[in-house]
């Protein structure tokens, strides 16, 4: 499956922004998906993840309460809704999936998508 990852941009901190991640190439349906970001200098860390039905999300604590995973899976995509922006949300933010494991770390996707820059100004 390919990724393409859209909807980054600047915003003002206290903002709101969402994201999306475009699934091609394999039945979208069939698998679980995951958010990822990269802040400059730092790890990659896990962001929230969805099961293939949407049954089931997860979050990382830092972005609890504020942010939200969602998919559509009649088009083929994954959200990311950001609310409650803080400069610390800055990052490159990554899409990931993978047909049987669903979890918080990099290795359980087997696929990714290039990335889409969010800034957030204080």
């Known amino acids: 499956v390919q990724l393409q990852a859209s909807g980054g941009g600047l915003v003002q901190a206290g903002g709101s922004l969402r994201i999306s991640c475009a699934a091609s190439?394999?039945?979208?349906?069939?698998?679980?998906m995951g958010w990822f970001r990269q802040a400059p200098g730092k790890q990659r860390d896990f962001v929230a993840a969805i099961t293939w039905s949407g049954g089931r999300t997860y979050y990382a604590d830092s972005v609890k309460g504020r942010f939200t995973i969602s998919r559509a899976n009649a088009r083929n995509t994954v959200y990311l809704q950001m609310n409650s922006l803080k400069p610390e949300d800055t990052a490159v933010y990554y899409c990931a999936a993978d047909q049987v494991r669903f979890g918080v770390e990099e290795g359980a996707y087997n696929y990714w998508g290039q990335g889409t820059k969010v800034t957030v100004s204080s």
């Open positions: 190439g394999r039945t979208f349906s069939n698998y679980h």
